[in-house]
């Protein structure tokens, strides 16, 4: 076979190799160096994803074990609430997951705490223009309350406040609040479910008076297409809805259930949303009901919040333990959590399930028998292994890395893919004492000394022999990691194993150790 060669004027490189199928107890040490051998060259850099290493070291749970792991590590009795605090939205890295936290409980409860309007690597879990506007709205519900009992006559923003609350939920989409906001000439300017432009008057009981009212200001906005006419009855928690045009079937809806949580402007409660659903952008998967799913086939009771304060889970009543179910923020909430005197339990997913990493980075094997595939044990281990195994069998002195999900945030989708808890999993010797990857700026280098007079020749001569400061500029580069880098190529390049190339040959990537 032919040896892998560059030309001399590349920089770095990088190429899928192929291997055949790996399963579970296979020697992945032998497997790797056989695949890089025909290629190989000294300095170069061998990746392989973790997922082919942690199948052939047989890493896989059961929901089963993982539950009696939970109930152990956090002393959950049968019919114990357990919260779960920010999870990422994923059915392959999370739901199996939260299926074994439902178990733990026995016939519990889970309180599970969405953060608004995306997780931490970037999934969408509430349209974010609907959190961003009910979370202004309930604000501006709290001081109006506050501040009432000085001001009555405050109960006429108070009203519209709480009609424009009742129709988001019933699929409208609020534009402007007269009143709260300033704009337009009506009561409410909002979008119907139909997509239609529509003015509001509100009123706290003439409804024909309102509706009157709302027909002569529809004339006046332009582009509008419908007239409401809205009744808000604060007494009786009663808000009553019509087409003022038509006064065709009144629709009366009560709102006395959500009437407390209307008045929290921190969280987004489940019975606010009652039907409506938030489909991902990508997915189209509704997260809130596919966990309460997971969660009631654990056979336990679900409820679902959205905030961004995690500490508001302790207004749901009594919680026997605490999972923090955030991959990257973990550490930070946990200490949250404990600083403010939890007195139960308080783990991470780091902290249950087998070591190193817990059920940290876990995906689905199987998701019909309840099977997930966890990250490598040993993998700092298993790279030096695999440098010696190639070193032996083509006398080449290379250095290895495992790598997980690359450290990108894709423009388009807002995704940030990682929910491993580095893109670096495992590394060889001599890649653990890797210093940052920074430089000058080669485009403002030669930029300053072309403005500077020196010629083509003088500045390609200067930037080749690298001399010191060649410029006053000091701007350099972001520092980053060198094996995130490589394990964020690595993982581009492999495109998560489905190109078939699990190991990935890096070629020509310099950098300095500390």
């Known amino acids: 076979m032919e040896k892998f060669s560059l030309p001399t004027a590349t920089g770095v490189a990088a190429i899928g190799l192929k291997t055949g199928l790996i399963f579970p107890n296979d020697d992945i040490v032998a497997i790797t160096a056989e695949a890089a051998k025909p290629f190989v060259e000294d300095k170069d850099i061998i990746c392989v994803t973790e997922a082919v290493v942690?199948?052939?070291?047989?890493?896989?749970?059961?929901?089963?074990?993982?539950?009696?792991?939970?109930?152990?590590?956090?002393?959950?009795?049968?019919?114990?609430?357990?919260?779960?605090?920010?999870?990422?939205?994923?059915?392959?890295?999370?739901?199996?997951?939260?299926?074994?936290?439902?178990?733990?409980?026995?016939?519990?409860?889970?309180?599970l705490q969405f953060s608004i309007p995306f997780d931490e690597v970037g999934n969408q879990v509430m349209d974010e223009e609907f959190a961003a506007t009910r979370l202004r709205l309930k604000k501006v519900l709290k001081s109006l309350q506050e501040a009432r009992e000085n001001t009555p006559q405050l109960n006429v923003l108070i009203r519209e406040i709480i009609a424009?609350?009742?129709?988001?939920?019933?699929?409208?989409?609020?534009?402007?609040?007269?009143?709260?906001?300033?704009?337009?000439?009506?009561?409410?300017?909002?979008?119907?479910?139909?997509?239609?432009?529509?003015?509001?008057?509100?009123?706290?009981?003439?409804?024909?008076?309102?509706?009157?009212?709302?027909?002569?200001?529809?004339?006046?906005?332009?582009?509008?297409?419908?007239?409401?006419?809205?009744?808000v009855n604060l007494g009786h928690h009663k808000i009553t809805v019509v087409d003022a045009e038509t006064f065709d079937e009144p629709k009366t809806y009560n709102f006395g259930q959500q009437l407390d949580s209307y008045y929290d402007p921190d969280v987004v409660y489940t019975n606010e949303?009652?039907?409506?659903?938030?489909?991902?952008?990508?997915?189209?998967?509704?997260?809130?009901?596919?966990?309460?799913?997971?969660?009631?086939?654990?056979?336990?009771?679900?409820?679902?919040?959205?905030?961004?304060?995690?500490?508001?889970?302790?207004?749901?009543?009594?919680?026997?333990?605490?999972?923090?179910?955030?991959?990257?923020?973990?550490?930070?909430l946990k200490e949250l959590f404990e600083s403010f005197g939890a007195m139960v339990p308080v783990t991470t997913l780091k902290d249950i399930g087998p070591g190193p990493w817990g059920v940290i980075g876990s995906n689905v094997s199987d998701f019909e028998k309840g099977v997930l595939k966890l990250l490598p044990g040993?993998?700092?281990?298993?790279?030096?292994?695999?440098?010696?195994?190639?070193?032996?069998?083509?006398?080449?002195?290379?250095?290895?890395?495992?790598?997980?999900?690359?450290?990108?945030?894709?423009p388009d989708t807002g995704i940030y893919e990682m929910a491993d808890p580095y893109p670096a999993i495992g590394v060889s010797g001599g890649l653990k004492s890797a210093s940052l990857r920074t430089g000058t700026k080669l485009k403002l280098q030669l930029d300053t000394l072309h403005n500077q007079g020196y010629s083509r020749e003088h500045i390609e001569q200067m930037l080749k022999n690298k001399q010191d400061k060649v410029t006053k500029e000091s701007l350099g580069t972001t520092p980053r990691s060198v094996t995130s880098i490589v394990a964020t190529l690595a993982d581009l390049v492999a495109g998560s194993a489905d190109a078939g190339t699990p190991i990935v040959l890096v070629r020509g990537f310099k950098y300095s150790k500390d």
Do not use: W
Not at 93 to 100: E, G, I, N, Q, S
């Open 54 to 111: 942690a199948r052939s070291q047989n890493r896989y749970l059961s929901c089963a074990d993982l539950a009696e792991d939970v109930q152990r590590k956090l002393k959950l009795t049968p019919g114990s609430t357990l919260a779960v605090i920010s999870p990422i939205a994923s059915r392959n890295r999370f739901a199996l997951v939260l299926k074994a936290f439902a178990m733990a409980t026995r016939g519990g409860k889970i309180i």
């Open 164 to 231: 424009a609350l009742k129709l988001q939920e019933i699929g409208y989409s609020i534009l402007s609040i007269r009143k709260i906001t300033g704009k337009g000439i009506a009561d409410l300017t909002v979008r119907t479910p139909e997509g239609k432009l529509a003015v509001a008057e509100v009123t706290f009981e003439d409804l024909e008076k309102a509706a009157r009212k709302a027909i002569g200001i529809k004339k006046d906005v332009e582009g509008a297409q419908q007239a409401l006419a809205i009744t």
């Open 273 to 332: 949303l009652q039907n409506i659903k938030f489909s991902h952008p990508i997915t189209g998967m509704d997260y809130r009901d596919l966990y309460i799913k997971m969660i009631e086939a654990g056979n336990a009771e679900g409820e679902v919040i959205f905030t961004n304060n995690p500490l508001k889970v302790y207004d749901r009543g009594y919680i026997n333990g605490i999972c923090i179910a955030a991959v990257h923020e973990r550490d930070k």
């Open 378 to 410: 040993d993998a700092d281990d298993t790279a030096e292994s695999i440098k010696v195994k190639i070193k032996e069998v083509s006398g080449k002195d290379v250095e290895v890395l495992i790598f997980g999900d690359g450290a990108y945030k894709d």
